[in-house]
């Protein structure tokens, strides 16, 4: 005999709701864990940060980060529940990233989403707000947009991205606006300068205030695909990666930002700066084709090993050339005193002063990183386009 259609409905719809009921129960079977609750990392009314991890089977936890005046990590102290936690600080109210070292393993936070993207590997980043932030932080003011933009590199033969930073009011109006390459430092790539860099707010900040001409951003890549090795690149290998660098930047991403944006295309009206490699990308270009940029940035950086020792020669033409300071409106290097990279920084101002090439020197506290970074960033940009 058939069962009629609508009982077949109903017996249908019990099966269901007594399995379900029997899936929820397992669920609820579910032995809680402290990492149920865990908060990390817990920012503390008197600036002091809390960083914790359940990982019950571990045997060692530590952690470092750029919060730290030395690179020895922090160990972390597990408790009888499988929670490892260290205090830090109390700190100076900033951006910071971190990570965590699990049984020597690598390993992200895993409460907090907040990252910061390398070329190969990623960073937690944390905030301790207070008003020594006010210049980075994300503030109720016009804000300009951020793009992730694609483009074809001839010089790579590969598909590359960059981002670039727009002034607020750009997608309605028809003005034209001066450029500023800003370039990140090693391992990074051109998301560094967004994420932890803070640069879109920076820049946000500064325009609102009027201490800043509204301006274009752009924020390449300048990491190059490094061929098959093993170690550290060698001395061939560094050159041939700056020479690409450079090609790139003049030849495939200049050109695609004239064409794309509504940009002003003077030297007086182009700017480039970077950090670290950045920087080092950015004294370059800047003693190759002094013509490009007027305005000129170096952070944390200088000529490294045999660059060192080749660059009296390499770029003999333009420090020989007396008419390279007439051609910079500004030409600004600094640097924590506390920097690793400080003997090729001397070195690099060494050779400066030798061929009297003028420049505007800051040496702040600190070391090599985006604490500093971002200071320099927003100390610099205000002095463009004047």
Not at 235 to 253: G, H, P, Q, V, W
Request: glycine letters at 8%; hydrophobic letters at 35%.
């Amino acid at each position: 005999m058939k069962t009629p259609t609508n009982t077949r409905s109903i017996l249908l719809a019990l099966c269901t709701t007594f399995m379900s009921m029997g899936a929820m129960a397992q669920m609820a079977q579910r032995t809680p864990t402290p990492n149920d609750t865990l908060k990390s990392p817990n920012v503390l009314a008197d600036k002091r940060v809390m960083i914790q991890i359940y990982a019950p089977k571990a045997s060692e936890v530590t952690v470092g980060g750029d919060f730290q005046s030395t690179p020895k990590p922090l160990s972390l102290t597990k408790n009888d529940q499988g929670v490892w936690s260290v205090l830090i600080g109390p700190l100076k109210p900033d951006y910071y990233s971190y990570t965590l070292m699990v049984d020597g393993v690598r390993t992200m936070d895993p409460k907090n989403p907040v990252i910061k993207q390398g070329i190969s590997s990623l960073e937690n980043m944390m905030a301790i707000t207070g008003p020594e932030t006010a210049f980075e932080d994300n503030k109720a003011v016009p804000h300009g947009e951020v793009r992730e933009v694609w483009y074809s590199s001839n010089t790579l033969g590969m598909m590359r991205r960059m981002h670039v930073y727009t002034p607020p009011g750009y997608e309605k109006g028809t003005t034209k606006y001066p450029v500023f390459y800003l370039l990140h430092g090693g391992g990074d790539d051109d998301s560094g300068w967004n994420t932890i860099g803070r640069s879109g707010f920076i820049l946000d900040n500064l325009i609102a205030a009027g201490q800043a001409k509204p301006m274009i951003v752009v924020m390449p890549n300048g990491s190059m695909p490094l061929p098959p090795q093993t170690g550290m690149p060698d001395a061939n290998t560094m050159n041939r990666m700056r020479d690409l660098f450079a090609s790139e930047l003049l030849k495939d991403i200049m050109p695609t930002v004239e064409k794309s944006y509504r940009t002003l295309t003077t030297p007086e009206s182009r700017a480039i700066a970077g950090l670290s490699m950045g920087g080092f990308q950015t004294l370059d270009v800047t003693l190759t084709r002094p013509e490009l940029f007027n305005y000129v940035g170096v952070f944390s950086s200088g000529f490294f090993g045999a660059t060192a020792d080749e660059a009296d020669t390499k770029y003999a033409k333009v420090l020989n050339d007396p008419s390279f300071n007439k051609g910079k409106k500004l030409f600004w290097v600094a640097i924590g005193k506390d920097d690793f990279v400080m003997e090729a920084n001397k070195k690099t101002l060494a050779m400066l002063d030798k061929h009297n090439i003028k420049y505007q020197y800051k040496e702040s506290s600190g070391g090599h990183t985006w604490v500093n970074w971002r200071q320099y960033l927003n100390e610099y940009t205000p002095m463009l386009f004047k």
